[in-house]
């Protein structure tokens, strides 16, 4: 069974940074691309960063700069450092692995955690 939970989110003041951690269990290694994504209330889903199995990483365009993907294979782990949070960056925060590719498409990918909370405000 796949799982992945995250956690790290918080309430922090414009300008701020906050880690977010993605523990997976239930991955073949080496097989998976991981992702970051986020939804606001009334918003689609969004994606942010992927990170393909050879360990590139991709990032959207609205955090390019600002936020900075990761992994430590030892630990199953995935992280997401986020840096000058502005309130636009406000939403719930999930990571996902589709198997092999990265597809833009939130939709595509097939294993989801339940998601963790990050609010941005003063």
């Known amino acids: 069974e796949v799982q992945l939970v995250e956690s790290g989110g918080n309430l922090v003041q414009p300008g701020g940074s906050l880690r977010l951690s993605c523990v997976h269990s239930?991955?073949?290694?080496?097989?998976?691309?991981l992702g970051w994504f986020r939804q606001a209330p009334g918003k689609d889903r969004e994606g942010l960063a992927t990170i393909n199995r050879n360990g590139y990483p991709t990032y959207a365009a609205s955090v390019q700069g600002r936020f900075t993907i990761s992994q430590v294979n030892a630990k199953n782990a995935l992280y997401l450092q986020m840096d000058d949070l502005k309130s636009e960056d406000t939403a719930m925060y999930y990571c996902?692995?589709?198997?092999?590719?990265?597809?833009?498409?939130?939709?595509?990918?097939?294993?989801w955690g339940q998601g963790t909370q990050v609010t941005v405000s003063s």
């Open positions: 239930g991955l073949i290694s080496g097989r998976y691309c």
């Open positions: 996902a692995a589709e198997e092999y590719a990265c597809p833009s498409d939130a939709d595509t990918y097939d294993y």
